[in-house]
């Protein structure tokens, strides 16, 4: 099979098309408003401006 792979794990991989749910929960929104709101934590924390 493919890259030596044995048949039955080729057809066992998902494809990513279908992992939209996996992939939209392991990254993050970057948003600027996001980073406006981390970088003001992250002043209030330091007592200072970045």
């Known amino acids: 099979m493919a890259l ?3 048949e039955d794990m ?3 991989i998902e494809p ?3 992992m939209r749910k ?6 993050y ?3 600027p408003e996001l980073v406006k ?6 002043q209030r924390m330091r007592g ?3």
Do not use: M, Q, Y
């Open 37 to 42: 709101e981390v970088k003001d934590i992250v």
């Open 4 to 6: 030596g792979f044995p």
């Open 10 to 12: 080729v057809d066992s």
């Open 29 to 31: 929104d970057c948003s």
């Open 22 to 27: 996996k992939i939209k929960e392991r990254t």
């Open 16 to 18: 990513i098309s279908k």
């Open 48 to 50: 200072e401006n970045l």
